[in-house]
């Protein structure tokens, strides 16, 4: 069955330290996208990826990088966590239509 | 400027009732549109896609797209409580190939009383 599988499904940071949010998917896509969701403001794209080895800035990519070490991971990583980084996480995957992990849910302290 | 706007920001339907979601894009690169639903605690999940003119029905669900005005719509007949969610319009300019760009609305959140 198709899945997208996030981890950590809760994470509390500390302000300047790094998290690492991580994305798997079994479905074989060469897209794979991270959004953030802030009420007021819907789904934000951070990053995107083609496939192995690529990533592409979205349309609020500042204060994250991503990794794509293979087909089926994707990573969003936050150097230096800020308090306006906490949030909910999403990772998908999809050529078209996208399929959705269940989310990570980020506090930075 | 967000690129794909929704209205209304909430809404509250009777059980059995019509519910009506709107958007509009502001890019005529975006040729492709998807309808997104989202229950609390969980990810959003594709509920239909239309990409073009006229109205696509999926059971209960009725999407309407006009290119001309980049305006789509989604109806939903005899609404039930399970369709209480929060609703994402979404667009794209290309379909299937790498680099596609999903951008989402705000969203709608539906509220259907029994």
């Known amino acids: 069955e198709a899945a997208v599988t996030q981890s950590p499904r809760n994470k509390v940071a500390v302000t300047g330290g790094k998290v690492t949010l991580s994305c798997n998917q079994t479905?074989?896509?060469?897209?794979m996208y991270w959004y953030r969701q802030d009420t007021g403001h819907g789904l934000r794209l951070i990053h995107y990826?083609?496939?192995?080895?690529?990533?592409e800035k979205g349309d609020i990519p500042d204060g994250y990088k991503a990794s794509r070490p293979s087909q089926e991971n994707f990573s969003l990583i936050l150097e230096l966590a800020t308090p306006s980084q906490t949030s909910v996480y999403f990772c998908?995957?999809?050529?078209?239509?996208?399929?959705f992990g269940e989310g990570t849910r980020l506090s930075v302290l | 400027q967000q690129k794909v706007q929704q209205s209304p920001e909430s809404l509250s339907v009777p059980e059995g009732g019509m519910a009506s979601l709107n958007c509009t894009s502001s890019?005529?690169?975006?040729?492709y549109f998807w309808w997104y639903r989202q229950h609390s605690g969980e990810g959003p999940k594709a509920l239909m896609?239309?990409?073009?003119?006229g109205d696509k029905k999926e059971g209960r669900f009725t999407a309407h797209l006009n290119k001309a005005s980049l305006h789509v719509s989604l109806h939903i007949r005899d609404s039930q409580p399970s369709d209480s969610a929060l609703y994402f319009c979404?667009?794209?300019?290309?379909?299937?190939?790498?680099?596609?760009?999903?951008?989402f609305g705000i969203g709608t959140l539906l509220s259907v009383k029994p």
């Open positions: 998908a995957s999809g050529d078209a239509t996208l399929l």
């Open positions: 479905n074989n896509h060469n897209n």
């Open positions: 990826s083609y496939g192995a080895g690529s990533t």
């Open positions: 890019d005529r690169n975006f040729q």
């Open positions: 896609s239309i990409f073009s003119d």
């Open positions: 979404a667009a794209s300019e290309l379909y299937g190939s790498s680099g596609n760009k999903l951008i």
